[in-house]
């Protein structure tokens, strides 16, 4: 059944995390599936981060794990667009093309370009396990390669600014990459576990 997701996303500029807003409020914290998405973020690298992003979907994922996945999927699409955005905008209005910076800026524009067609493809084959004939663990062997590359990526936008002079387009930019990689890297934890769980 097709998940009902918000499409309002906040970006907070720390390195804390990208939160996506919920239509329905934050459920009670003694509420079980909220406790389930808590006990499953402690798979992750950064369950903090994955518990407050993912945690007003509740009503939604109630204790399936595979459907926690495609939403962490969704969040991880929706902040790498929001991103890819955002640098996309900065590279066009640069007026040297010529600088580290400028060159850096470019090189992120493109990776997170990527990156979304690689998250995309990631949500798409998750609603299609189990519906195309193929094995689910060779589908989700998919989302793993694609999440995997889609997270490479984002590393690879931080790194090309390593020898960059530090300044404030570097910091926003770098800040910004590196809450999309968390919640990047929570959603392909997510889909290892379920993964997991299916093989088991």
């Given amino acids: 059944m ?3 997701l918000s499409t309002t996303f906040i970006f907070f500029l720390s390195t804390t995390v990208l939160l996506s807003a919920t239509t329905g409020g934050q459920p009670p914290p003694d509420d079980i599936d909220t406790e389930f998405i808590r006990t499953s973020c402690q798979t992750t690298r950064y369950p903090d981060i994955c518990f407050t992003s993912l945690s007003g979907y509740s009503r939604a994922v109630q204790h399936d794990s595979g459907r926690l996945a495609r939403v962490a999927i969704h969040v991880a699409l929706c902040n790498a667009t929001h991103m890819s955005n955002y640098v996309s905008n900065i590279s066009r209005q640069s007026n040297d093309n010529t600088t580290r910076e400028s060159a850096a800026i470019q090189d992120c524009s493109s990776l997170f370009g990527d990156t979304v ?13 189990g519906l195309t004939g193929e094995s689910v663990k060779f589908q989700l062997s998919n989302v793993q390669t694609w999440m995997s590359a889609a997270l490479t990526n984002e590393d690879t936008c931080t790194d090309g600014f390593q020898h960059v002079a530090d300044g404030d387009m570097k910091a926003d930019v770098c800040e910004r990459a590196v809450a999309v990689k968390k919640v990047t890297s929570n959603a392909l934890a997510l889909v290892n576990s ?5 093989s088991a």
């Fill in 194 to 198: 379920y993964a997991d769980k299916i």
């Fill in 2 to 4: 097709e998940l009902q």
């Fill in 117 to 129: 067609d690689e998250i995309q493809k990631s949500k798409t084959e998750m609603k299609r396990l």
